[in-house]
T-cell receptor, first 112, second 116 residues
Framework: AQSVTQLDSHVSVSEGTPVLLRCNYSSSYSPSLFWYVQHPNKGLQLLLKYTSAATLVKGINGFEAEFKKSETSFHLTKPSAHMSDAAEYFCVVSRAGNMLTFGGGTRLMVKP | SAVISQKPSRDICQRGTSLTIQCQVDSQVTMMFWYRQQPGQSLTLIATANQGSEATYESGFVIDKFPISRPNLTFSTLTVSNMSPEDSSIYLC?????????????FGAGSRLTVL
């Protein structure tokens, strides 16, 4: 069985400051991990994915995530938040076959 | 990546009625997935729809409540039957696109249902 936990349901940052969205996973085998973003009233968009290649993964819009096996973490970061980054973010882990397990989501708020 | 069109994008429905959501993909795909996102919640997989066979439902979801059709490799429908206010959710269609060692889900924009 596998699961994914997003440690913060809400994160608030000021524009121009760093973003950190935390994700921990559990899996009985080497997982594939993803981050998706959902803007209000829009579908989900893939930000980045980890597939057992480089542990530091760069995604779109300046986001990146680091896979740390020893900590079973896959935290999402961005050096400088922009107002347009305000959205819901989901950490996702793959399981057997093509099935994905979604974390509970983190709502990122960006203050001017 | 695939482009997915869903309709309706939103609807307001009366208790006890049924609504069918359509999902059209611009390329042929083997598997299509239906997710539910309840208000303020994460996504939960309802079922996997394979062309030419019955859909595979996740625990807590049954065919009588959520019948699915998959007539060809580019189209699927999900029906929400005998709706109650608890069915108010966003329903999302998705497909798996492969490559680079990991399959990636691409989502439609979703269908937001409100049941009164």
């Amino acid at each position: 069985a596998q699961s994914v936990t997003q440690l913060d349901s809400h994160v608030s940052v000021s524009e121009g400051t760093p973003v950190l969205l935390r994700c921990n996973y559990s899996s009985s085998y080497s997982p594939s991990l993803f981050w998706y973003v959902q803007h209000p009233n829009k579908g989900l968009q893939l930000l980045l994915k980890y597939t057992s290649a480089a542990t530091l993964v760069k995604g779109i819009n300046g986001f990146e995530a680091e896979f740390k096996k020893s900590e079973t973490s896959f935290h999402l970061t961005k050096p400088s938040a922009h107002m347009s980054d305000a959205a819901e973010y989901f950490c996702v882990v793959s399981r057997a076959g093509n099935m994905l397990t979604f974390g509970g989501g983190t709502r990122l708020m960006v203050k001017p | 990546s695939a482009v997915i069109s869903q309709k309706p994008s939103r609807d307001i429905c009366q208790r006890g009625t049924s609504l069918t959501i359509q999902c059209q993909v611009d390329s042929q795909v083997t598997m299509m997935f239906w997710y539910r996102q309840q208000p303020g919640q994460s996504l939960t997989l309802i079922a996997t729809a394979n062309q030419g066979s019955e859909a595979t439902y996740e625990s807590g979801f049954v065919i009588d409540k959520f019948p699915i059709s998959r007539p060809n490799l580019t189209f699927s429908t999900l029906t929400v039957s005998n709706m109650s206010p608890e069915d108010s959710s966003i329903y999302l269609c998705s497909v798996m696109t492969g490559g680079s060692g990991a399959n990636v889900l691409t989502f439609g924009a979703g269908s937001r249902l409100t049941v009164l």
